[in-house]
């Protein structure tokens, strides 16, 4: 059972930085598109930012020239830099990963159990 495991909330001040970092652990045969998600309080789940196995990037325009999103496949792990952070910025941020099954014909998703990102005024 493949696990994807966050780190590096927490709480910053306005203007303040983290880095997010996800990591997937099992049995691994390959992981295409990698990805972040925030929601919010009382808000749905929105995307921040997703990245292509081959490292193509895509950043919503709300966080474009704040946020990077980068990868290292040897290690199956995605990071958010996250620069210049706004407290509508805050909300609950989990990694995605669409992994490819036994095979490889075949993909199926896996989501992060989600850390905290509070940016206080």
């Known amino acids: 059972q493949v696990q994807l495991v966050e780190s590096g909330g927490g709480s910053v001040e306005a203007g303040g930085s983290l880095r997010l970092s996800c990591a997937a652990s099992?049995?691994?045969?390959?992981?295409?598109?990698m990805g972040w998600y925030r929601q919010a309080p009382g808000k749905q789940r929105e995307l921040v930012a997703t990245?292509?196995?081959?490292?193509?990037?895509n950043v919503v325009e709300s966080v474009k020239g704040r946020f990077s999103i980068s990868r290292d496949n040897a290690k199956n792990t995605v990071y958010l830099q996250m620069n210049s952070l706004k407290p509508e910025d805050t909300g609950v941020y989990s990694c995605?990963?669409?992994?490819?099954?036994?095979?490889?014909?075949?993909?199926?998703?896996?989501w992060g159990q989600g850390t905290q990102v509070t940016v206080s005024s």
């Open positions: 995605h990963a669409e992994l490819l099954a036994p095979g490889l014909s075949r993909t199926y998703d896996r």
């Open positions: 990245i292509s196995r081959g490292g193509s990037t």
């Open positions: 099992g049995i691994i045969y390959g992981i295409n598109n």
